[in-house]
Each structure stands twice: as C-alpha cells, then as structure tokens.
C-alpha cells in the first residue's frame, strides 16, 4: 500500500475513533473514573479578583495570569517552576498552589508545613510560620499572617508566637473536639473557624459527644483487621452538644457565647458584623421547625439581641450565613423559604425592610456586592415550571437592586 494511501486511511480511522470517543454514551464507570481527568468539564482554575483592584488571576497548565478587564490578552505572572526554585525540597508543589491575595502585588499560599508569601514585584518569596506535618483544617488569617489548626482533637494557633503554635484548646479527646466542623456537616457547616474581619478574633466550634453511644467499626483493609471507634446517637438517645468559642489573639483568652436554646440545638451559619465587634449565629432547634438568628458580643459572649425568628411546621434548613452591609450599619441579607422558594430578604435594625427576590426559582448564594452597595449579585436557578422542571438544573447570574428588588438576569444562554 502507497506510503499517502497509508497515511489517509491511519487519519480517516483517528478521524472515526474521536468521533465515536465524543458521540458514545457517556457510563458510570466514565464518570468516576475519568471525572477528574479527561471528560472533567473546562474551565479557568483559581479565577478570582486581584486584591485593591480591578485586575482578575487565574491558573492554567500550572501557570499563574494576571487579566484586565477589556484587554484581550492575558499577562503570565508566574510559573510552577519558578515558584519550586525558592521553595524548600519539603515544600515544593507538583501543582499551582491554591493561593490568596493580600493586595496587588502579594499573595499567600501553604505548602508542606509552611504559611509562604510570594511577592510579584520583587519576586522573593517569604516563608512564614510552620506548622506539624499532621496540622488538618488549616485557616489562614485575613492578614496572611497566622494559620489555626486542629491536631488531634484540639485547636491550635500558628505564627501567634516566635516559640512556635500555641494550644487555644487543650481539652480535647475522649469525645471532645474543637476547631472541626459539627453536626455531621448539615445546615450549611462546612467548616470549624472563623476569623474576623481584621484577623484579631477567630470564632471556632466546640463538640461535645462524650455522652454519645460509641460503636466499634471494623476496618478490613489492614491485616489483621483493626477497630476504630465513633459515636453515633440512634433515634431517641443523647445527640452532641456543641458551644461556640471566641479567642482573642493578642489577650490570648477564650469566652463562649451564652446561647439559652437547648444545649443539643444546631449552632449554624456563623458571621462576624464588619467591624468584628459581633458574631452572628443562626439557631435551629432539633425538630428543625424554629430558627433564631442571634447577634453576640465577640468581647463578653453575652447576647446583644434577636434579629428574627422563623418556624414552619414541616422543616427549615438554614444554609447560609447572615451577609451583613459594610456601608449601612444593622442591614443585613437573609435567606429563606419562607413563599416555598430559596429568595432574599433585606433587613435592618426594625426589623424586615423587603424582600429581594420573587418567583418560582431559587437563589443559590450570594456572589458579591457593587462598591456602593446598590446591588447584590446572586446565582440561582432559572425559572421552574412545574410541567417541565429543567429550570431547576440550570444556573445564571443575576443582579438584584437594593432599593427597588428589580431583578435582572445577566446570562442569557442555559447554564449548569
């Protein structure tokens, strides 16, 4: 056969292969094996804003870019190589690192056991305080300057001290545990910490499951077998009890809030007020039927008073936070489904002031806010039409004004 003729039929049957590849049903077995590789979905990683201004970055192909919006071209910032030349054998990464801005030039990142800062205009990287090699549940202070962490079941402070981490809790174990996510993840937990606004303050869970039945749990896949114990409350028995705690970095001191719900209610959706004076913690008693959103002195721990309460006979599940204004003290943007649909309502210090949002769709979470706070930009669903519900998988963008609750959709083409 002809060397071309050759050549044409290898093209052609390359050609028929990817075709097959792309238009073939897709299985279960693809998704989980190829989900986080090939047939993973494109897409910009790490894209966020430029801190103190209005340039974006993002990470492609392990290189760190820089855009501006308007200009066509994108300006690379940084390399994986050139970040390992300055990084320790330890501390090198095999990916771009996920990282955090701290102004224009600046940006923080951990890696091995070290909190390093990277700056861009001298392009000298600055490693700062260290942490055990089995440090889990790492928060970074919004000043790029400390790391609190759990280690076994205690909550610990580093870059407070030149000696080294310092315990903020020291009475874990045996069914206690503090700096870790509680109430098995549910109600919008995702995380044990919190700091505030300015890095002074960091508000943490505390769980208490030493009244919790504990079972025994075979594990086979060591040889002999081996046991680990858990605690698991079965319908009708004891459940944990968590409490929230306050540490303040520069007295080094702890106060919990003084909640009077019952000691096994849910503790959610925790946020700070803006001058991190208060924090915000949203109440949901055990028959999930009444919430309490209570705003807390972060200095004494005493209750400074209710914002609002709900209930519904049947079930509510608070999964956000409280969003608080910076420019209009006491404004605040709540969640709820109250009207049966996830919507946005706007309250100040009187109480309700409107709600936001309308319709048969659900507002998913808040992206952000305009410099003058005039509007809040949302994502959610599109809408749901109870004879053809494809609306509810679908995803757009949405700006909602604060004045008028005019809602306008930015994104015209179906999204996921």
């Known amino acids: 056969m002809p060397r071309s003729l050759l050549l044409l039929t290898a093209v052609v049957l390359g050609l028929s292969l990817s075709a097959q590849e792309a238009t073939r049903e897709l299985t279960l077995r693809d998704a989980v094996t190829y989900g986080g590789g090939r047939l993973r979905p494109q897409g910009l990683q790490q894209l966020q804003w430029i801190s103190g201004g209005t340039d974006l970055s993002f990470v492609k192909d392990d290189v760190l ?68 090699p089995d440090a889990e549940h790492l928060d970074v202070d919004p000043t790029g300057q400390r790391v609190a962490f759990t280690n076994a079941d205690n909550l610990f402070l580093a870059g407070g001290d030149p000696l080294g981490p310092i315990p903020i809790t020291t009475d874990g174990g045996d069914g206690i545990v503090s700096g870790r996510s509680v109430h098995r993840d549910e109600y919008g937990i995702t995380k044990g910490t919190f700091w505030s606004p300015t890095g002074t303050k960091i508000a943490f869970y ?136 996830r919507h946005l309502y706007l309250y100040g210090d009187q109480g309700p ?33 109870p004879q053809d519900p494809v609306g509810a998988l679908e995803m757009h963008l949405y700006r909602v004004d604060l004045t008028k609750g005019t809602t306008v959709r930015l994104t015209k083409s179906a999204g996921q």
Not at 89 to 104: H, N
Not at 298 to 326: C, M, N, S, Y
């Open 65 to 132: 870019y820089g855009a501006s919006v308007g200009k066509r071209s994108d300006a690379q910032l940084l390399t994986i190589g050139q970040l390992n030349e300055q990084l320790t054998e330890s501390d090198r990464v095999k990916a771009f690192p996920t990282i955090t801005w701290q102004g224009p030039q600046r940006f923080t990142f951990i890696s091995g056991t070290h909190l390093h800062t990277y700056d861009l205009t001298t392009g000298r990287l600055e490693t700062g305080c260290s942490f055990p």
């Open 206 to 341: 505390r769980m208490d499951e030493s009244m919790v039945t504990r079972y025994e749990l075979e594990h086979i896949n060591t040889q002999p077998s081996t046991f680990a114990a858990i605690r698991y409350p079965m319908a009708g028995q004891a459940s944990h009890q968590v409490r929230v705690g306050i540490y303040d970095v520069a007295a080094g001191t702890t106060v919990f809030l003084k909640h009077n719900g019952a000691p096994d209610d849910y503790l959610t959706n925790l946020s700070w007020t803006p001058d991190g004076k208060q924090v915000c913690v949203i109440h949901l008693d055990r028959a999930t039927q009444n919430i309490r959103v209570v705003l807390y002195d972060a200095g004494t721990g005493e209750q400074v008073r209710i914002l609002l309460e709900e209930h519904d006979d049947k079930w509510l599940e608070p999964l956000h936070p409280v969003h608080f204004l910076q420019k209009e003290r006491g404004r605040f943007l709540h969640f709820s489904q109250r009207d049966g649909w």
């Open 353 to 385: 002031i409107r709600q936001l949002t309308t319709g048969e769709w659900t507002v998913s979470r808040i992206i952000g806010l305009d410099t003058k706070e005039n509007f809040v930009f949302v994502e959610g669903t599109a809408k749901v039409d």
